[in-house]
Every structure is written in structure tokens, then in C-alpha cells.
């Protein structure tokens, strides 16, 4: 699964690049929570828990059914 999360991640990655952010995979665990950690712009900006659940683990969710939630590390 990890590699889904991995293909998955590199369609997200850049919309967060063309703010200046990124997004950084930490673990996968075996019950699909996935556990990212922001980086850039993204790690300081006040709206990076809406860019985490309404953008990140939406689009892991619908593309990847395993997945039940992220997390940012």
C-alpha cells in the first residue's frame, strides 16, 4: 500500500509546490493510517489542517479505499 500512497502523493505534490510547500510520507500502518509530514510553506501555514483533511486525505481516501485517515507528524 505504501506505494499507492507514494503515486498518490506525487499527483498531490505539485499543487502544494506551486505554494511553496510540500508533502513528505513518514509510515503507512498496516490499520491505513497514513502519516505525513508537511514541509515548506505548508508546515507553518494556518490553514494546513484544511490542506490535510479536506485536500490530502480526501484524494488518498477516493483513490486508495485502505486508507482511513492522515496525519501529520
Do not use: F
Not at 509530514?37 to 484544511?50: D, E, F, N, V
Amino acid at each position: 500500500m505504501r506505494e499507492k500512497v507514494e503515486a498518490v502523493l506525487g499527483e498531490i505534490r505539485p499543487s502544494l509546490q506551486a505554494d511553496g510547500g510540500d508533502v513528505e510520507l513518514v509510515d503507512v500502518t498496516e490499520d491505513g493510517i497514513v502519516k505525513v509530514r508537511l514541509k515548506g510553506a505548508c508546515a507553518g501555514c494556518p490553514m494546513s489542517t484544511l490542506t490535510l483533511k479536506n485536500g490530502i486525505e480526501r484524494v488518498l481516501k477516493s483513490e486508495i479505499p485502505e486508507v482511513k485517515s492522515v496525519q501529520s507528524v
